[in-house]
């Protein structure tokens, strides 16, 4: 990097400081916006850590740097970062860039402010109130709570403490917090609220083939918990499996929830979004029956990191009485206003960035009806990709999806034909690996391998970003072949 003069301090000169700003935000709209949307452009360029350490020169000295340095310094972020607004990024749950949302979170990030009091947030504080009430509506309640938080693993983190004060157990008897899939987030969860592992144990409840929960194991661990004189208190469901995309079967878990008067929450991190959908939105039936769910719009409806709701039935203001220090210094009881407004007391941190505003500001632009259409479509073109699959030598699908995540191995030349061999399975997964490097390193793509209980590795291709069309499904594929074609 060129020197030059260096940037004297931009403190108290609002232009110099505008100025600045104007080329940033011109940088961004060029390398982000324009290229890192363009299914011409590479969605990475990938760099091994040490020659990335050395390309941007990280630093931090004690004198400054002059605005073109720091200008550069921008565009190198930018160039060696991972494009997830990519139509060619299919490796998260979340993808893609909507405008509307974006111009939120800019918004947010200028103005600066925590989410904790109406003093100080007086338009977020009512923005998210709506925007939670409007969620709930969705779920199918009419009352409740609830509050954005940083992700669904830290709603999971949570639900320990809420689920005791609710149900009012006394920690005389071990507790088991009975659940599937999330076995990990559970486990921190405890870890985070100091529960010790003879007062709280996580259970794993058998998933059938499909990865749903099987609600008569559910039924028998709990019989088989009360039976060794623990006390369950929490089920978690999940709607829309990271992995699978598979929703469990929540009439029936709620029915065994009830029976003994169990927390009933639904993890729908990735699948909340299809109660839009008029034509999907059976997959989640009876998710009005839970007493808490995890939504996370940054993903299917592109929110932007990170938009996570935590809605709760209960109206008994369980938030506060949960995580509440009444910090005299933030919540005076004699404020000149409705102290009610004072959100910091719900959550473990108190204070919290502004989540509310990029989903508000979207669904503004788009309606109810836009984001509709944005998961129906995200739900026909995994269709058609699965339909486009089944036409090609060398794809076999894992399994029919659901939802949005098409599941699948590739078999390369060598292999096809070959499935009555003994290394058959061993070697078929080798192959992602090797495609997911080949890829990676070109920049033409990425998208995500995993084993899966007995499965070797298979590709997980996510349909998320609202830009994608048939073209791209594809490319997709013509990739993988193009990639595999020697293996």
């Given at each position: 990097?060129?020197?030059?003069?260096p940037?004297?301090s931009l403190d108290?000169?609002?232009?110099?400081?505008?100025?600045l700003?104007?080329?940033?935000?011109g940088i961004?709209?060029d390398?982000v916006?324009?290229k890192?949307t363009s299914?011409?452009?590479?969605?990475c360029e990938?760099?091994e850590?040490e020659e990335?350490?050395?390309?941007l020169d990280?630093?931090l000295?004690?004198?400054?740097e002059s605005r073109?340095q720091?200008?550069?310094?921008?565009?190198?972020?930018?160039?060696?970062s991972?494009k997830?607004?990519?139509?060619?990024?299919f490796?998260q749950l979340f993808?893609?860039?909507d405008?509307?949302?974006?111009?939120?979170?800019?918004v947010?990030?200028?103005?600066?402010?925590?989410?904790?009091t109406y003093?100080?947030?007086?338009?977020?504080?009512?923005?998210?109130?709506?925007?939670?009430?409007?969620l709930?509506?969705?779920?199918?309640?009419s009352?409740g709570?609830?509050?954005?938080?940083?992700?669904?693993v830290?709603?999971?983190?949570?639900?320990s403490?809420w689920?005791?004060a609710?149900?009012?157990?006394?920690?005389?008897a071990?507790?088991?917090?009975?659940?599937?899939q999330?076995?990990?987030a559970?486990g921190?969860?405890a870890a985070?609220?100091g529960?010790?592992?003879?007062?709280?144990r996580?259970?794993r409840?058998t998933?059938?083939?499909w990865g749903k929960m099987?609600?008569e194991d559910l039924?028998?661990?709990i019989?088989?918990?009360?039976a060794?004189?623990?006390v369950?208190?929490?089920v978690?469901?999940?709607?829309g499996?990271t992995?699978l995309g598979?929703?469990?079967?929540?009439?029936?878990?709620?029915?065994?929830c009830?029976?003994?008067?169990l927390?009933?929450h639904?993890?729908?991190?990735?699948?909340?979004?299809?109660?839009?959908?008029?034509?999907?939105?059976h997959?989640l039936?009876?998710?009005?029956?839970?007493?808490?769910?995890a939504?996370?719009p940054h993903?299917l409806?592109?929110?932007g990191?990170?938009?996570?709701?935590l809605?709760?039935?209960?109206?008994?203001n369980?938030l506060k009485?949960?995580?509440?220090?009444q910090?005299s210094?933030?919540?005076?009881?004699d404020?000149?206003?409705?102290v009610?407004?004072d959100t910091g007391d719900?959550v473990v941190?108190?204070?919290?960035?502004?989540?509310?505003?990029?989903?508000?500001?979207?669904w503004?632009a788009q309606?109810g009806?836009?984001?509709e259409?944005?998961?129906?479509?995200?739900?026909?073109?995994?269709?058609?990709?699965?339909?486009?699959?089944?036409?090609r030598?060398g794809f076999?699908?894992v399994m029919?999806p659901e939802?949005?995540?098409?599941c699948?191995?590739f078999?390369?030349?060598?292999?096809?034909g070959k499935?009555?061999?003994p290394d058959?399975?061993?070697?078929?997964?080798?192959?992602?690996p090797?495609?997911?490097?080949r890829?990676?390193?070109?920049?033409?793509?990425m998208?995500?391998?995993?084993?899966?209980?007995?499965r070797?590795?298979?590709?997980?291709?996510v349909?998320a970003?609202?830009?994608?069309?048939?073209a791209?499904?594809?490319?997709f594929?013509?990739?993988?072949e193009?990639?595999g074609q020697d293996?």
């Amino acid at each position: 990097m060129a020197d030059s003069e260096p940037l004297l301090s931009l403190d108290g000169d609002p232009v110099a400081a505008e100025a600045l700003l104007r080329d940033v935000f011109g940088i961004v709209v060029d390398e982000v916006i324009r290229k890192g949307t363009s299914a011409s452009e590479k969605v990475c360029e990938w760099k091994e850590p040490e020659e990335l350490k050395q390309l941007l020169d990280l630093e931090l000295r004690s004198h400054g740097e002059s605005r073109e340095q720091i200008l550069e310094r921008c565009r190198a972020v930018i160039r060696y970062s991972v494009k997830t607004c990519h139509p060619h990024f299919f490796n998260q749950l979340f993808s893609g860039l909507d405008p509307h949302a974006l111009a939120g979170r800019i918004v947010t990030e200028s103005l600066n402010t925590s989410q904790y009091t109406y003093e100080i947030a007086p338009v977020f504080v009512l923005m998210e109130e709506e925007v939670l009430k409007k969620l709930r509506a969705l779920v199918g309640w009419s009352s409740g709570d609830g509050v954005f938080c940083p992700g669904g693993v830290i709603s999971l983190c949570f639900l320990s403490s809420w689920a005791r004060a609710k149900l009012e157990r006394s920690c005389s008897a071990p507790r088991i917090l009975v659940f599937t899939q999330r076995l990990h987030a559970l486990g921190r969860g405890a870890a985070v609220l100091g529960a010790a592992q003879d007062i709280q144990r996580v259970v794993r409840v058998t998933s059938g083939s499909w990865g749903k929960m099987i609600p008569e194991d559910l039924e028998r661990q709990i019989s088989l918990a009360k039976a060794e004189g623990a006390v369950p208190f929490l089920v978690t469901a999940t709607s829309g499996t990271t992995v699978l995309g598979a929703f469990d079967p929540l009439e029936a878990i709620a029915d065994v929830c009830q029976r003994h008067g169990l927390w009933l929450h639904v993890d729908a991190a990735w699948g909340g979004s299809v109660l839009l959908s008029q034509t999907h939105r059976h997959l989640l039936a009876g998710i009005q029956r839970a007493d808490s769910v995890a939504w996370n719009p940054h993903k299917l409806l592109t929110a932007g990191l990170q938009c996570s709701a935590l809605l709760l039935r209960d109206t008994s203001n369980l938030l506060k009485r949960c995580h509440g220090s009444q910090a005299s210094y933030l919540f005076q009881q004699d404020k000149f206003y409705d102290v009610a407004l004072d959100t910091g007391d719900k959550v473990v941190q108190c204070g919290r960035r502004v989540d509310c505003l990029k989903l508000w500001l979207m669904w503004k632009a788009q309606g109810g009806q836009g984001l509709e259409q944005r998961v129906d479509q995200a739900f026909a073109l995994a269709r058609y990709l699965v339909e486009e699959l089944k036409k090609r030598e060398g794809f076999e699908l894992v399994m029919e999806p659901e939802f949005v995540n098409v599941c699948f191995w590739f078999v390369p030349p060598s292999l096809r034909g070959k499935q009555g061999s003994p290394d058959y399975a061993e070697r078929l997964a080798k192959v992602a690996p090797v495609l997911k490097e080949r890829m990676v390193k070109e920049g033409s793509m990425m998208v995500g391998y995993q084993p899966h209980g007995t499965r070797g590795n298979f590709f997980r291709m996510v349909v998320a970003n609202p830009a994608l069309t048939q073209a791209d499904m594809d490319f997709f594929l013509n990739e993988l072949e193009r990639l595999g074609q020697d293996l």
